[in-house]
């Protein structure tokens, strides 16, 4: 069975920094992997899509990285802001075509 | 136009009330999916429409009953809730179940009295 896990659950640092947002999963026979964000109260905004055969997609200040073999995906953020501070999902498209989640990462970003 | 609408965006009922909700998608994807979302946890999948086809349903109560009615409609029809019924409701579309990127709505906050 397909587990996702995220870690940190909270990570807090200044603006400015880069930072790295990790996500792993126990079975690699994934179709891809999708990164979103959530702020509190609303939705799921999509920030990214890996697909099973890419390695990395990159959209902005954001760059994402696949690694099935290590069963690893990383969100990296370059120079963030204060607007980042959300809480970051990854999840799985599993052999069901169903998506598994990770529980999250709530980023905070001090001005 | 990558946007999927929902409505209400708060919804409270009582336990005897019918209510429904509403997703609409327009960008010409034939999967359509509702998740439940309780506070500080990931979406829990309800159900996915493939094609207006129900082609999964997570052993949800009774009591929550989809609707497909074309292809840019997804209905969630709601009877005799219970509290614990209370969370964030999203819909949730892609192109088709497989592969492709899914693009949620801004949820339905649904409280349950």
């Known amino acids: 069975k397909q587990e996702v896990t995220q870690i940190p659950a909270a990570l807090s640092v200044p603006e400015g920094e880069n930072l790295v947002l990790n996500c792993s999963f126990t079975?690699?026979?994934?179709?891809?992997l999708q990164w979103f964000r959530q702020d509190p109260g609303k939705g799921l905004t999509s920030l990214l899509l890996?697909?099973?055969s890419q390695r990395e997609q990159t959209s902005g200040r954001l760059n994402a990285s696949l690694d099935k073999s290590s069963g690893r995906s990383t969100l990296y953020i370059a120079a963030s802001q204060p607007g980042d501070s959300a809480t970051y999902l990854c999840?799985?498209?599993?052999?069901?075509?169903?998506?598994?989640w990770g529980a999250g990462t709530k980023l905070i970003i001090k001005p | 136009d990558t946007e999927v609408t929902q409505t209400p965006k708060h919804l409270v009922m009582g336990m005897t009330n019918k209510k429904s909700l509403k997703c609409e998608q327009h960008m010409g994807h034939r999967a359509m999916y509702w998740y439940k979302q309780k506070a500080k946890k990931p979406p829990e999948l309800m159900f996915v429409y493939s094609y207006e086809k129900l082609s999964i349903n997570e052993s949800v109560p009774s009591r929550f009953s989809p609707e497909c009615p074309n292809s840019s409609l997804l209905n969630l029809h709601l009877h005799a809730l219970q509290p614990e019924d209370s969370a964030l409701y999203l819909c949730a579309s892609s192109q088709r179940v497989s592969y492709n990127e899914q693009f949620f709505g801004p949820g339905t906050r649904l409280t349950v009295l």
């Open positions: 999840a799985a498209l599993d052999s069901n075509y169903q998506l598994i």
């Open positions: 890996i697909q099973s």
């Open positions: 079975d690699s026979a994934i179709y891809n």
